[in-house]
């Protein structure tokens, strides 16, 4: 029996370093999306939060990321609960649709991206002068198309050569 708890031990340990992933944590965020919608209030989503944690539910939804959903999601690069994704091993950060970051330099210029729901992201620079600027950046077969704002392809960049390649007003390279 000894022999038995140690060699399920072991091998959990194995799993767990072998891959080296740490995931989406797919299934406990469906438990924390459930934890979160069943009651309102900061005080109801504690009690909740701590009932789930003394059944032990959120523990067991930790643990099945942990082994399995995680491991699946480092080997295969797409996580089976949400579809999501690769997180370790991959340039993809785990973001959300409407994620913006804001960076200011320090002659009052900014820099504003905002991750949208297709995948592509929105670039929007404002000069310290009161300039702004707009492109859309999406991965398309093999490349990086930048549009303007009303969406009309003004670049391209060939992600294994690297070539650049810019688009005339009519749209045509």
Excluded at 60 to 89: C, K, M
Excluded at 138 to 149: I, N, S, Y
């Amino acid at each position: 029996m000894i022999k038995r708890t140690l060699a399920t031990l072991l091998i959990a340990a194995f799993a767990l370093s072998s891959t080296a992933c740490i995931g989406r944590m797919a299934t406990s965020g469906l438990v924390r999306k459930f934890n979160l919608t069943v009651v309102d209030g900061k005080w109801p989503h504690e009690l909740v939060f701590l009932a789930l944690y003394i059944i032990p539910v959120y523990p067991l939804a930790g643990a099945v990321d942990l082994i399995i959903i995680n491991s699946i999601e480092f080997w295969t690069g797409t996580n089976p609960i949400d579809g999501g994704p690769r997180v370790a091993g991959s340039t993809v950060a785990a973001h959300e649709a409407g994620d913006q970051h804001h960076v200011v330099a320090a002659d009052g210029s900014e820099a504003i991206s905002t991750l949208r729901e297709d995948g592509s992201i929105d670039f929007e620079i404002r000069g310290a002068d009161g300039s702004a600027h707009f492109v859309n950046v999406v991965r398309e077969e093999g490349q990086l198309v930048a549009r303007d704002a009303d969406g009309q392809r003004i670049a391209l960049v060939d992600t294994q050569t690297g070539e650049i390649r810019e688009f005339d007003r009519t749209g045509t390279l």
